[in-house]
């Protein structure tokens, strides 16, 4: 990884922006016109505290000409957060890994407004690690083992893996359930985003980009906890899987309908647990595999 000539701060790394061709006299400018809802006053205030400066070290200030091609770092203001009241666990730690079993509702990585509570960030904060990074993504909604690379020597080595699909990878799901599709089963199918909205993917016709094999764990009272095995790894995979088979996971709020947004509701967490992650470590060798210690249950049918 590339020495950012800002440091990281509460767990956050700065921000860059790379200055285009074009007319702006300085760069203080150009930033007020590409950041245009952040006041001068606020761009004063970190250029006189040096937190804006360039990809050489040197600060930024009100005066400085204007130079194209030039990258800019910079701290993004840290609003308050809401807390999402629930903890990560870490499993497992070493020279080369980090495994952690992530709650309901916490993003791996910081987005929208989520950025101190994000699971990447409360790790670096906590482990002080800034060159943490995640291997993979599972949703903000999904629970479960997500796996960190600590060292950025070894990172494509292990990024390898998931792309070459010698990751073996065990969801849970809570599902709606009738007694059918008879499990075992493989599903195959071609996703792509929808059209209609962004948050979505959807299955359309052409040659399967995705593959995942269902279990049957457990039913009763109208319930079923499957076992999920992804062969791949496309966006919403499970999600739009198991609503295409008629088992739309319990408390999905995308799936088989876009619900409207609205406050969230920590009782009601969505379903799908990434349960366990297995492979051979191509560092040491080591057959490594990562289970989480949280559980679904079976919903209880009311009295």
């Known amino acids: ?21 074009g007319p702006w006299p300085t760069i203080a400018e150009f930033l007020l016109q590409r950041f245009a809802a952040i006041p001068r006053s606020t761009w004063e205030a970190r250029m006189l505290s040096g937190e804006v400066v360039d990809e050489y070290g040197v600060p930024v200030t009100g005066a400085r000409p204007y130079q194209p091609r030039l990258r800019v770092y910079y701290y993004r203001s840290l609003e308050t957060e809401r807390r999402i009241p629930f903890d990560e666990v870490i499993l497992f730690q070493d020279e080369q ?21 994000s699971l990447l960030v409360r790790l670096k904060r906590k482990l002080g690690l800034d060159d943490l990074a995640p291997l993979h993504r599972i949703d903000r909604e999904t629970a479960g083992v997500v796996l960190f690379s600590v060292q950025p020597a070894t990172r494509g080595i292990y990024h390898a ?8 990878k065990q969801y849970e799901a809570i599902v709606p359930w009738r007694g059918d599709p008879v499990l075992p089963v493989i599903r195959r199918s071609r996703l792509a985003e929808d059209d209609a909205h962004f948050m979505r993917m959807r299955e359309v016709a052409g ?6 094999r269902f279990e049957l764990l ?22 739009v899987h198991c609503a295409a ?20 509701d920590f009782d009601r967490p969505l379903q799908l647990l990434a349960k366990a992650l297995a492979f051979r470590d191509p560092v040491t060798g080591t057959r490594r595999e990562f289970k989480s210690a949280r559980a679904l249950s079976l919903p209880l049918r009311p009295k």
């Open 245 to 264: 088979l008629g088992m739309p996971i319990r408390n999905d709020a995308i799936y088989p309908e876009l619900l409207p947004e609205g406050d969230e």
């Open 207 to 212: 040659e399967p980009n995705s593959e995942t």
């Open 97 to 117: 890994l980090l495994a952690v079993d992530k709650p309901h509702f916490l993003p791996v990585t910081p987005v929208g407004k989520y950025v101190q509570e």
């Open 1 to 21: 990884m590339a020495h950012l000539p800002l440091p990281t701060r509460e767990g956050v790394g700065p921000s860059c922006v790379a200055l285009p061709d």
């Open 218 to 239: 457990e039913a009763g009272d109208g319930w079923a906890r499957l076992l999920l095995s992804p062969l791949t790894g496309r966006r919403h995979q499970l999600r």
């Open 161 to 168: 893996l998931f792309a070459e699909r010698e990751i073996a």
